[in-house]
């Protein structure tokens, strides 16, 4: 049997040697994924704790029977985000593909990108927690974090969403909120807990479409 040729063992290192590195990016960069879901969910249940602060603040600098009208409000209130079309259940959101998920978290963090900047203006004197421009900026952190995990999907494939560069109907819709109007004030911190909790269960279903679970619940 003859012997394999310097040339033949030389080619043979130097493919192993290829497909090793491929390797180590691919585990780069899905390392680089994970840590960047866990830092975009990180941020969102921040969001959504300080929404849930800021409407608790707000509630207790009511009197009672003020408290007591602004909670029949709620349910029946209309919110900028309606407009999203968006999972409208536990059953359609774990069935919504990993995409879908972090592209409607990304049309809801864009959506209050104007209106953050009211949360504490118009209700400044009864809130204790995060001030208009913090919020604003942890929400541009956030946008800017989904919109890479996004490219990361679609991998170099163009962007076939045009929802995506559309303007939001009525995007100053919460910014003719008066300032001494309770009932605005209120659905504008409503409407805010409500849509950081939609984006904190989507991109946890999203992480969990990444590793290829299915079982994703809520």
Same mark, same amino acid.
């Given at each position: 049997?003859?012997n394999?040729? +310097? ?9 192993l ?6 390797? $180590?990016?691919? @585990?780069? %960069?899905?390392?680089?994924n ?8 990180? &941020?969102?249940q #921040?969001? #959504?704790q ?11 600098s009511?009197? +009672?029977? =003020? %408290? &007591? ?5 709620? +349910?029946?209130s ?15 959101? @774990?069935?919504?593909?990993? /995409?879908?998920? /972090? ?9 209050? =990108?104007?209106?953050? @900047? *009211?949360l ?7 809130? *204790? ?11 541009a ?10 490219k990361?999907?679609?991998?170099? @494939? ?6 995506d560069? $559309?303007?939001? +109907?009525? =995007? ?10 309770? &009932?605005?004030?209120?659905? /504008? /911190?409503a ?5 950081? #909790?939609?984006? =904190?269960?989507?991109? %946890?279903?999203?992480?969990? &479409? %990444?590793?290829?679970d299915?079982?994703c619940?809520?």
């Open positions: 049997m003859k394999k040729s +310097p040339s033949f063992l030389l080619l043979a290192l130097v493919l040697s290829v497909v090793l590195v491929s390797l $180590l990016v691919n @585990q780069g %960069r899905a390392s680089d994970q840590r960047l879901f866990n830092n975009a969910v990180i &941020r969102v #921040h969001l #959504h300080l929404a849930a602060k800021m409407i608790n603040d707000f509630e207790d009511l009197l +009672p029977e =003020e %408290r &007591r009208q602004l909670s029949k409000i709620f +349910p029946l209309f919110c900028n985000s309606d407009y999203i079309e968006a999972p409208t259940g536990k059953d359609e959101t @774990q069935k919504s593909s990993m /995409l879908k998920l /972090l592209r409607i978290s990304f049309r809801l963090i864009e959506s209050w =990108e104007f209106p953050s @900047q *009211t504490s203006g118009t209700i400044s004197n009864s809130l *204790t927690v995060g001030s208009p421009n913090q919020i604003t900026e942890k929400l952190d956030l946008k800017m974090g989904i919109s890479v995990l996004i990361g999907c679609l991998d170099g @494939q163009p962007n076939m969403d045009d929802n560069s $559309l303007p939001l +109907p009525f =995007e100053d819709f919460y910014l003719t909120i008066g300032e001494n109007n309770l &009932r605005e004030s209120f659905r /504008l /911190l409407c805010f807990k409500k849509d950081m #909790h939609k984006v =904190e269960t989507y991109l %946890r279903v999203a992480n969990c &479409r %990444r590793s290829l299915s079982n619940t809520l």
